[in-house]
């Protein structure tokens, strides 16, 4: 069974700038999240996605957007970067919608400058 | 306004003791709760949760504690052990069973084991 996996690990942008992160879901699991950590905070819930369709959002811009494909893999996009959204991007993946244990990736850490 | 509180920053304790580590919340919706621990560079690994129907879970050297009425819950990790340092994250969930599984997440603790 392999875990949730995200891609890149490290990532430096410019302000204004838009990015694209990944991650592949545990295996068998069709719900995947998005949480942004940033330096000294717990993780924040930015969006869910659930068979390929949002379900449910958090107190974040229209900016950050997402997308899940047939297989549950996930894309976050943010597009128009700022200094503030400097954080680390946490994936996690769960059985099914509404179970709360989820299984986080190792993230990536998102720089911008 | 934090939905989920960690109060104590850091915590450190000698390796065969016992740690707990403290959380309150302010929700009355949440049904369930969970811990994560953390080690730098790693994405938080699941560690022990609690539904609100419960009031204790345990699994070998961890147990959760849940008091409804205070709004608290503490997680018990005996005996401590140098690998269990770490942050640990407390977690929080409106909806279990629901259309919306987000956890809402405390600012975590550093559990620092001596040896």
């Known amino acids: 069974e392999t875990g949730v996996t995200q891609s890149p690990t490290h990532l430096i942008k410019t302000r204004g700038q838009q990015v694209t992160l990944r991650c592949s879901s545990q295996?068998?699991?069709?719900?995947v999240s998005w949480y942004q950590q940033a330096l000294g905070q717990g993780p924040q819930f930015i969006f869910q996605?659930?068979?390929?369709?949002?379900?449910g959002r958090g107190n974040f811009p229209p900016r950050f957007s997402g997308l899940q494909f047939p297989n549950y893999s996930s894309e976050l996009n943010v597009n128009a970067l700022e200094l503030d959204d400097s954080a680390l991007y946490l994936c996690?993946?769960?059985?099914?919608?509404?179970?709360?244990?989820?299984?986080f990736g190792q993230g990536t850490r998102l720089t911008v400058v | 306004d934090q939905q989920v509180k960690q109060n104590s920053p850091s915590l450190s304790v000698q390796e065969g003791r016992i740690s707990i580590l403290n959380c309150d919340y302010t929700?009355?919706?949440?049904?369930?709760f969970l811990w994560y621990k953390k080690y730098p560079a790693e994405g938080p690994t699941f560690l022990i949760s609690?539904?609100?129907?419960?009031d204790k879970n345990e699994d070998g050297r961890f147990t959760v504690f849940l008091n409804k009425s205070a709004k608290h819950l503490s997680l018990h990790i005996v005996p401590s052990q140098p690998g269990d340092s770490a942050v640990y994250f407390c977690?929080?969930?409106?909806?279990?069973?629901?259309?919306?599984?987000?956890?809402?997440f405390g600012k975590g603790t550093k559990l620092s084991v001596k040896p």
């Open positions: 609690i539904s609100s129907i419960k």
């Open positions: 996690a993946s769960s059985g099914r919608t509404g179970d709360p244990e989820a299984f």
């Open positions: 977690a929080a969930s409106a909806g279990y069973g629901g259309s919306q599984g987000n956890l809402i």
């Open positions: 929700n009355s919706m949440f049904d369930y």
């Open positions: 996605y659930y068979r390929e369709e949002e379900n």
């Open positions: 295996s068998g699991h069709n719900t």
